[in-house]
């Protein structure tokens, strides 16, 4: 389900039994990115506690793992985000970055470029090699050739 103020770039995936709430504040997801099932991505509404709410930012090439929880954050440029993780409220994601799987990245934190993050609260355990850091863009467009079989088979 795809509600509210959200704009997604071109030959994103949203996979089944995901919930895109732009209700309270405006969601941008970038160009190939792949949103899997179960996820739940969500904003920080304004209010007297935080005038501005945080919206939620995707950048390019973003693969978002199984029922993972994205809130309010900043999610930079080729990204793997692993299953089931939780990035809070104004926390931010730089570019090049893989969150592991189970994941909590606490509000406000950011994970800068070229790292690893593993944990609940996540640290930051090594930087990338180059070959993860050329799965980013092999894994969105592996979702963006599953998306068009899927389309083309409807």
């Given at each position: 389900?795809?509600?509210g103020?959200?704009?997604?770039?071109?030959?994103?995936?949203?996979?089944?039994?995901?919930?895109v709430?732009?209700d309270?504040?405006?969601?941008?997801?970038?160009?190939?990115?792949?949103?899997?099932?179960?996820?739940?991505?969500?904003i920080?509404?304004a209010?007297?506690?935080?005038?501005?709410?945080?919206?939620l930012?995707?950048?390019?090439?973003?693969?978002?793992?199984?029922?993972?929880?994205?809130?309010?954050?900043?999610?930079?440029?080729?990204?793997?985000?692993?299953?089931g993780?939780i990035?809070?409220?104004?926390?931010?994601?730089?570019?090049?970055?893989?969150?592991?799987?189970?994941?909590?990245?606490?509000?406000?934190?950011?994970?800068?470029?070229?790292h690893?993050?593993?944990?609940?609260?996540?640290?930051?355990?090594?930087?990338?090699?180059?070959?993860?850091?050329?799965?980013?863009?092999?894994?969105?467009?592996?979702?963006?050739?599953?998306?068009?079989?899927?389309?083309?088979?409807?």
């Amino acid at each position: 389900m795809v509600i509210g103020d959200v704009e997604t770039g071109d030959d994103v995936s949203i996979w089944p039994m995901t919930v895109v709430r732009g209700d309270m504040h405006k969601i941008r997801i970038g160009h190939r990115c792949s949103i899997q099932d179960g996820s739940v991505l969500h904003i920080t509404h304004a209010s007297d506690y935080n005038p501005g709410g945080y919206p939620l930012t995707l950048g390019d090439d973003v693969t978002v793992g199984h029922k993972a929880l994205l809130h309010g954050c900043t999610i930079g440029n080729r990204v793997l985000v692993g299953m089931g993780c939780i990035i809070m409220d104004g926390a931010v994601v730089e570019d090049e970055v893989i969150v592991a799987a189970g994941c909590l990245v606490p509000p406000g934190k950011t994970l800068e470029s070229g790292h690893l993050y593993v944990g609940s609260p996540c640290k930051n355990a090594r930087a990338l090699t180059e070959k993860e850091r050329g799965f980013f863009k092999y894994t969105a467009a592996n979702y963006v050739r599953l998306k068009n079989e899927y389309l083309n088979d409807q």
